[in-house]
């Protein structure tokens, strides 16, 4: 297992560069402080379709760093929703 595939794998609510769907994507970004379309281009160019994290970033014009940093956001986010889904998921059966 290499490095990538081991800090993606090791958490189910991680997103794994590649496997995100578009859609799930774009909420997240719209839930996120993330505002910056190269940085927002170059993340779904890693998440969504699975392009190299470095070549997305020469492709976007974007520094390594600023990204990892994006990303680290947007995986904190996407725990947090997976972590408040059982308080939704209890309120759909009461009103059911």
């Not at 595939?5 to 090791?10: L, R, V």
């Not at 994507?25 to 969504?48: C, G, Y």
């Not at 970033?57 to 904190?76: D, F, M, P, T, W």
């Amino acid at each position: 297992m290499n490095k990538v595939s081991y800090i993606y794998d090791k958490k189910p609510w991680h997103l794994r560069p590649g496997e995100v769907h578009p859609e799930h994507f774009r909420m997240l970004i719209e839930a996120s402080s993330i505002h910056s379309p190269k940085v927002i281009l170059a993340m779904e160019d890693f998440l969504v379709r699975g392009i190299p994290r470095k070549v997305s970033c020469e492709i976007h014009r974007v520094s390594a760093g600023y990204i990892s940093i994006a990303l680290k956001r947007l995986q904190s986010l996407s725990y947090t929703v997976v972590m408040m889904y059982p308080y939704y998921a209890e309120e759909q059966y009461r009103a059911e």
